[in-house]
């Protein structure tokens, strides 16, 4: 692994920090004021489970479609307006969800949020590993921490929202505003100029780009698969752990919504360690860690039957799997024949 050179920080790049922080922190906390909604979404539209999956997955599958675009905008628009205007989007498919009079608005609803999050995501990923680079030491992993932070809140925010009674076209509404008005004033303090690092050469002879080989592929096709690995994990707490815990175990809405709070806090946790980590032993060192670690504890919870033991085992797949998933997102970067942004 290569080190970084450590330097100390310009104030505008601290700004930076502050301001890529914010943009995780409102990405995290807009659709966890939604999640923790799904029971009542479903009762509400009568869907089965199977309907209400295919629905839930309409969020992937726009995020898949849409985030192969995020590059081409960053070098666009710039990856601050591209995170934050793509932060905007997002608060709306989350309403739009909220306020779904049927299946398949719903359905095309999530699709939108799921487009808008991916390339929020690499927009703020491709800005904070600017401003990384700035740093001269590992501190994406504080950007996904204050993301967990983010979900945490958001989560929390949709808690108390379902405890008092809030109608949850209010609730969502009042959310999306608030967190987009943060998204957008966090712009203004990001980096200014284009994404694209300058690259000094020692002559002045064309610079050759090498073919892409066998070993290229396959490194990006395993860091997909681990990509893919941390997200299971994810999505499948993201989806389906208030449902479970509203529906197969009678919780009470407000309660239920404490097991996506769970399984975000224990992110967090894992998160807050990985920069150290990372420094300490290397990317590829924690990758491999998390991806043994990673699968046993995400099991755990599904042998736990009773309500308590399956709640308060729903944190370890989270912490496992974070440390290890920042990783895939910024090797690519690190490749020569890569763009900013590349998604």
């Known amino acids: 692994m290569s080190q970084l050179a450590p330097v100390r920080p310009d104030p505008d790049v601290r700004r930076a920090r502050i301001a890529v922080g914010a943009l995780f922190f409102t990405n995290g906390a807009l659709f966890a004021n939604l999640i923790p909604r799904y029971p009542q979404i479903k009762a509400h539209l009568g869907m089965t489970n199977a309907e209400y999956g295919l629905c839930v997955a309409a969020f992937p599958a726009g995020a898949l479609i849409a985030g192969t675009a995020a590059g081409m905008l960053i070098r666009r628009f710039g990856s601050p307006t591209v995170a ?6 997002v608060g709306i498919g989350v309403v739009l969800a909220g306020l779904a009079p049927a299946t398949v608005v719903f359905a095309l609803a999530l699709f939108l949020a799921g487009s808008m999050d991916a390339i929020t995501d690499v927009a703020q990923n491709a800005h904070g590993l600017r401003v990384q680079r700035r ?3 590992s501190i994406i992993n504080s950007f996904h921490a204050i993301w967990s932070i983010g979900a945490v809140t958001g989560g929390l925010m949709a808690a108390g929202a379902i405890g008092l009674g809030i109608p949850r076209e209010a609730h969502l509404t009042i959310a999306a505003v608030l967190l987009a008005a943060v998204a957008l004033l966090a712009r203004g303090f990001c980096l200014p100029g284009p994404d694209a690092e300058p690259v000094e050469t020692r002559s002045e002879q064309p610079i050759r780009t090498a073919a892409i080989g066998l070993p290229t592929v396959l490194t990006v096709g395993a860091l997909v698969l681990i990509a893919i690995a941390g997200t299971t994990v994810e999505d499948a707490g993201n989806s389906w752990a208030t449902l479970y815990l509203s529906d197969s175990l009678g919780a009470a809405a407000a309660v239920a919504a404490l097991g996506y709070i769970a399984l975000v806090g224990a992110q967090f946790v894992g998160r807050i360690f990985g920069d150290r980590l990372v420094d300490a032993f290397g990317q590829r060192t924690i990758a491999r860690a998390g991806g043994v670690v990673g699968p046993p504890e995400w099991a755990w919870p ?22 290890w998933c920042p990783p895939p997102c910024t090797r690519p970067t690190n490749f020569p024949a890569s763009s900013p942004g590349p998604g």
């Open 84 to 89: 934050a205007l793509g932060t905007v989007l």
């Open 302 to 323: 599904w042998r736990s039957r009773p309500f308590r033991a399956r709640f308060w085992a729903s944190p370890p797949p989270g912490s496992a799997s974070r440390p």
């Open 135 to 137: 740093y001269g030491r």
